[in-house]
């Protein structure tokens, strides 16, 4: 029987009941907002594809839960953090489904990475103003695919989704600092 997390308050107070510095716990409160903005905009602008949101949102927020046992990494670089994030939740007796975000968020393109994993790869990567062509493609791709549209109708109706929670980086990224 897995631990059940339904909501992305659950996931905070997750984050928050391991004793997350406050600086990780606010990167997955941005992380959270940028994710919340591309789910509203995807369900305006292309109502056809689905995709489960809930589970984007929990993914968004606990997807670098594993920096809570390499904290050097939430200041360096580094990806230890992934596999034992995953490994963590696993303990934890949090499901599969959402463990391997913490994985997955960095590897993206990975055959086991479902379109909910790359969503959180994105919010992860747009909140703080960047853009990444190969995933923000693969993504659009997908959704062209899901929906029966064609690539360019999507990337039109999307990229500027895309660039507009981008937009936000500079601010968001002046919150982060504690």
Not at 19 to 29: F, G, I, M, R, Y
Not at 37 to 48: A, C, D, F, S, Y
Not at 66 to 88: A, D, M, V
Not at 117 to 130: E, F, H, I, Q
């Amino acid at each position: 029987m897995y631990r059940i997390v339904k909501t992305k308050e659950e996931a905070i107070a997750l984050l928050t009941s391991l004793s997350a510095p406050p600086q990780l716990v606010q990167h997955h409160c941005l992380v959270l907002e940028a994710a919340s903005e591309l789910i509203q905009g995807l369900q305006q602008l292309v109502p056809k594809f689905t995709f489960n949101s809930s589970l984007v949102l929990i993914g968004a927020a606990l997807h670098d839960i594993g920096k809570t046992l390499h904290q050097n990494e939430i200041y360096s670089p580094g990806n230890r953090h992934e596999q034992y994030g995953e490994t963590l939740l696993l303990s934890l007796g949090i499901s599969p489904e959402i463990a391997k975000f913490c994985r997955t968020h960095a590897q993206w393109s990975s055959q086991d990475a479902r379109v909910e994993d790359r969503l959180v790869a994105l919010a992860d990567t747009l909140w703080k103003g960047c853009r990444k062509e190969k995933l923000e493609t693969s993504l659009i791709a997908e959704i062209a695919q899901g929906t029966g549209k064609n690539f360019w109708d999507i990337f039109t109706l999307v990229d500027s989704l895309f660039e507009e929670i981008a937009d936000q980086g500079s601010e968001r990224l002046s919150r982060s600092i504690l």
